[in-house]
């Protein structure tokens, strides 16, 4: 009679505990819903997909700094303060020459406790107590091309635009499909969790031996040139963005080069940034880019993203 008067509450407590974590995905999936747009390259016709593979929350002093390097550092971790919600958005290209996923997005195992602990100690601490996570298993980047029709087979490559846990957690679902990194990321990651890389993980590196407009250091993903793997770097060493040249428009994936578009209008920066005047530099090209060029600028956990993407709203600085 005790065991069942332990047991039933127990039971009940873990039904609603499951009633509102399904509540709480839900209301994230409705916060960022998937979007699609038609475009034409060159005069063919192509779609693009954002999704958001879940969401994250980090604190507030982690999102927009107030100080730099260490300081800032510092200053995160003793706020006490998390932001909103935020997406973790993927984008999917189906070009005239094939499917391209950019970022894979997070998956629902980083809920799991103990899921960063193979990364040491710090690692663990780090990641559990700075950033906060809610992604359901059919948010993940596999189920979400499922859901577009898009078989894994038919994807002609992954392109990552840094090594970030965040950004790399849906490799699972593409150990047959080129992956593609940037080199100079790969030789001098920063703060990537190479212990979750799935154990089969050796991308293909490009050198960023071309140039793209005002990006010294490019590497064009087509035949056509019209899709370009350009570094941004700031956010990590030698962090990458992707750039889609449309016939109306350029959709600009930029990654972390920060956290909302109104970052770099104000001249605003995370905590973060492994070099501050390199997060400086890449918002001077940037903004040269958008003036003689019609971007639609989308950062990784911008909220608003996805209007200006539905709506072909560019970037005005």
């Known amino acids: 009679m005790c065991f069942q ?30 979007q699609t747009i038609q475009l034409t390259i060159k005069g063919q016709p192509a779609k693009v997909h954002l999704v958001s593979t879940g969401a994250v929350s980090v604190k507030t002093k982690f999102r927009e700094a107030t100080k730099t390097g260490f300081l ?20 999917i290209i189906e070009h005239p020459e094939g499917v391209f996923v950019i970022d894979t997005g997070e998956n ?19 990641d559990t107590t700075q950033f906060k996570f809610q992604v359901a298993q059919d948010e993940e980047i596999g189920p979400q091309l499922d859901q577009l029709n898009i078989p894994a087979d038919k994807i002609k490559a992954v392109i990552l635009t840094h090594l970030h846990l965040d950004h790399i957690d849906g490799l699972k679902y593409f150990p047959s499909t080129p992956i593609i990194v940037s080199k100079k990321e790969w030789e001098r990651p920063f703060g990537d969790l190479p ?21 010294e250091h490019a590497h064009y ?3 056509a040139k019209d899709l370009v793997l350009i570094e941004t770097p700031g956010h990590t060493y030698h962090h990458c963005s992707v750039l889609l040249k449309a016939d109306e428009c350029s959709i600009f994936f930029a990654a972390d080069i920060c956290y ?9 920066y995370s905590g973060t940034n492994a070099s501050h005047k390199m997060a400086r530099e890449t918002y001077d090209k940037v903004k040269r880019f958008a003036k003689s060029n019609k971007c639609v600028f989308i950062p990784s956990h911008d909220a608003r993203a996805s209007l200006r993407f539905q709506e072909l709203d560019p970037l005005v600085v």
Request: charge should be neutral; include cysteine; charged fraction near 20%.
């Open 108 to 126: 629902a195992d980083v809920n799991t406790p103990g899921y960063f602990r193979s990364s040491g100690i710090f690692a663990n601490w780090f």
């Open 5 to 34: 008067l332990t047991y039933v509450p127990t039971v009940v407590q873990t039904i609603f505990r499951t009633l509102f974590l399904m509540r709480s995905f839900l209301q994230i999936a409705l916060m960022f819903p998937g």
């Open 72 to 91: 800032a550092m510092v200053d995160f971790v003793l706020d006490k303060k998390f932001t909103e919600w935020m997406p973790i958005w993927v984008l």
């Open 195 to 215: 212990k979750l890389y799935p154990p089969w993980f050796k991308p293909t590196l490009a050198a960023l031996d071309e140039r793209c407009d005002v990006f």
């Open 221 to 223: 993903l087509t035949a």
């Open 260 to 268: 909302t578009q109104n970052q770099i209008i104000e001249e605003k």
